[in-house]
């Protein structure tokens, strides 16, 4: 458990309690900090709270109740719902209070956002996360931030509860959006080699497990590989993080690149094949799932099924 200074009693609000926002609330409560919590689906929102912490109906009203607002929404879409829709926060947030921003976003969106906010005297930080569910949940994550040094000065007790590594990447929102955009085009690319590489050995005949045996332990083994091609062998295609999701991550990366004028071919090919299997049905399911796009192979299925 990481404590927080006793000096110190921030009000932390928690927006989106999916996986990762979940664990990262968790995290928080942990850490002794007075959290509370907003999610479209009440339930979820009211069975944190039976643990500790606040359930709130709106966003609006956590964000008048709390010093940081951390937003682990999907998108920017749903960001801009969360301030500044029908029962929008951010005509409720202090003047100096802090609003962390954790999705994967268009960092150009993200350097207007904070400038918006600063219309109304509240601090940003560009803040997005990576590691996965169970690292949120042990308060382990990669947070890839920029913004102001007020910022940081506020919710850095924060940000250390829910992560292992801060990094601080610049004193402007966009810094931390653009980094967390390369880390996906790698991730996408990634887990889109992987899946072509476990395919076409499968349908050489080689067996699934020893293929995956031998590559873990060579030189072209990668984490990707090695994580997601073990959802394969199970023939669990439970969505940890959903091949939609690389639908619209990469789809960002490519407007980032259009926007640079710097060609992303393999970002480009790997889109294509999440856009295949989202188009074939796959879309809510896990994104080793890319894989069942190659045709004529035998996969792996659940045990007993």
Request: glycine fraction near 10%.
């Amino acid at each position: 458990m990481k404590d927080q200074d006793s000096s110190v009693r921030l009000r932390v609000g928690v927006v989106g309690l999916g996986a990762m926002g979940l664990g990262m609330a968790g995290s928080l409560r942990n850490a002794g900090f007075d959290v509370g919590v907003h999610d479209l689906r009440s339930e979820v929102a009211e069975a944190f709270a039976h643990d500790g912490g606040t359930a709130f109906a709106r966003a609006r009203d956590l964000a008048a109740r709390v010093d940081v607002l951390v937003s682990v929404v999907v998108n920017a879409a749903q960001v801009e719902s969360v301030l500044f829709g029908a029962d929008g926060a951010a005509d409720q947030l202090r003047p100096g209070g802090v609003f962390v921003m954790c999705s994967t976003v268009d960092p150009g969106w993200s350097a207007e956002l904070e400038e918006r906010l600063a219309e109304r005297d509240v601090l940003y930080l560009d803040a997005p996360i990576s590691g996965g569910a169970a690292r949120a949940a042990a308060g382990e994550l990669t947070m890839m931030t920029s913004g102001s040094a007020a910022a940081y000065s506020v919710a850095d007790p924060v940000l250390e509860a829910m992560s292992s590594t801060v990094y601080r990447l610049g004193d402007r929102a966009g810094l931390g959006s653009t980094v967390k955009m390369v880390n996906q085009l790698l991730a996408g690319v990634h887990i889109a080699a992987a899946a072509e590489a476990m395919a076409v050995g499968i349908k050489a005949g080689v067996p699934a497990e020893a293929l995956y045996d031998v590559i873990t332990h060579s030189a072209g083994n990668s984490w990707m590989f090695e994580n997601r091609m073990a959802h394969v062998l199970a023939g669990d295609y439970t969505p940890l993080s959903a091949v939609d999701i690389f639908v619209k991550d990469l789809g960002l990366v490519l407007d980032f690149g259009r926007l640079e004028r710097f060609p992303l071919p393999l970002a480009a090919t790997a889109h294509q094949m999440f856009l295949q299997a989202s188009a074939s049905g796959l879309g809510a399911e896990d994104d080793s799932a890319v894989i069942k796009i190659f045709p004529g192979i035998d996969l792996p299925t659940a045990a007993g099924i």
